[in-house]
């Protein structure tokens, strides 16, 4: 659909049905992403443009470009303009326990970590609650801020007990996998996982480090890594950018039970 205006006063007809005009300025915008007139990153002409290219108010842009936005197509930042988003990035969460840094590098894409904060300190009480160990209990935290492509996409915070690997805090997990790391130089397998998904809006400190907009939209992800014993191993809080990742969930039967619907 490559249009230069949009005809009629307050509607277009789609196959016989009234359809309003910001859904051709959408369906164009989509179309000239998907044909690479507009690329990654680039940033779409200002609204004026806009509306003298389509003949169309600043109200029809609008509300394209905000439905748009809203389905991670465009992202804007303030006082710079609008870009077009690069597709999301998956996240796969099946009966494997795969970190993010296995988790993109399966996928091909260029990881960089990092490392903000790397340090053996007591264990805060929802770290020991989930590490089942006594509140106070030295742990190490590992706050690390995690790119895709040279694009900031999220921000973790992990705890492990110390105990487990004293020596870890003099360990550079710049751009490693932290459960790789764990096997190969403390012999830590991992058994299982549990997580835990919630949308959140971001706040001062994780909009500035992420470099997005106060109140943007985060997947906020809890997990707790299990070793074979079934002892804890690690407590994490990760913040992945809402409008970068979209998560997907396997599910497979068990042996002795069928899925019903």
């Known amino acids: 659909m490559a249009l ?3 005809s009629g006063t307050h509607t277009n007809s789609l196959n016989g049905v009234p359809v309003p005009k910001y859904y051709y300025l959408k369906e164009t915008i989509l179309e000239r992403i998907a044909n690479g007139t507009w690329t990654a990153g680039v940033a779409i002409p200002p609204e004026p443009e806009l509306c003298r290219e389509f003949g169309v108010s600043r109200i029809t842009v609008r509300r ?31 009966q494997r326990a795969f970190g993010f840094y296995e988790d993109m590098e399966h996928q091909g894409h260029p ?17 020991s609650t989930h590490l089942e160990i006594s509140p106070g209990t030295l ?15 999220l921000v ?25 790391w764990l096997q190969t130089h403390y012999g830590l397998s991992v058994a299982r996982a549990e ?39 690690e407590y994490s809080s990760t913040l992945h950018r809402g409008d970068r990742t979209r ?6 039967p068990t042996d002795d039970t069928q899925m019903h619907f």
């Open 139 to 153: 742990v190490h935290e590992l706050v690390r801020l995690r790119s895709v492509q040279n694009e900031k996409v």
């Open 156 to 180: 973790s915070t992990t705890y492990i007990p110390e105990a487990l690997c004293a020596d870890l805090v003099h360990d550079d997990l710049t751009n490693v996998s932290l459960y790789r």
């Open 195 to 233: 997580r835990n998904i919630e949308a959140v809006a971001a706040q001062q400190k994780e909009a500035k480090l992420l470099d997005i907009a106060l109140y943007s939209p985060l997947l906020l992800l809890e997990s707790v890594v299990y070793l074979p014993n079934g002892k804890p191993l």
């Open 247 to 252: 998560v997907s969930i396997s599910f497979v």
């Open 111 to 127: 990881l960089t970590t990092e490392v903000l904060q790397q340090q053996v300190i007591p264990a805060p009480e929802i770290a």
């Open 4 to 6: 230069n205006q949009l």
């Open 64 to 94: 394209a470009v905000s439905d748009l936005v809203h389905e991670g197509k465009l992202y804007t930042i303030q006082g710079k303009g609008t870009f077009i988003a690069r597709p999301k990035l998956d996240e796969r969460f099946m």
